[in-house]
């Protein structure tokens, strides 16, 4: 069982296109969700920590 929950725990990091304009935003994520705020340095559209992607 620790090899599971060290594997939800960890932050794995992506590039997502941005909701707003579609520029790639780099995204820190932890168990499906964002583990911290994310700005679009395009267009500064924030996506926020705890959003699910």
Do not use: H, K, W, Y
């Not at 599971?4 to 168990?31: K, W, Y």
């Not at 559209?45 to 699910?52: K, S, W």
């Amino acid at each position: 069982m620790d090899g599971c929950m060290e594997a939800r725990m960890a932050v794995t990091i992506q590039e997502i296109p941005c909701p707003r304009c579609g520029e790639g935003v780099e995204i820190f994520l932890r168990d499906g969700a964002l583990a911290a705020d994310s700005v679009c340095e395009n267009c500064g559209c924030v996506l926020p920590a705890g959003a699910r992607v």
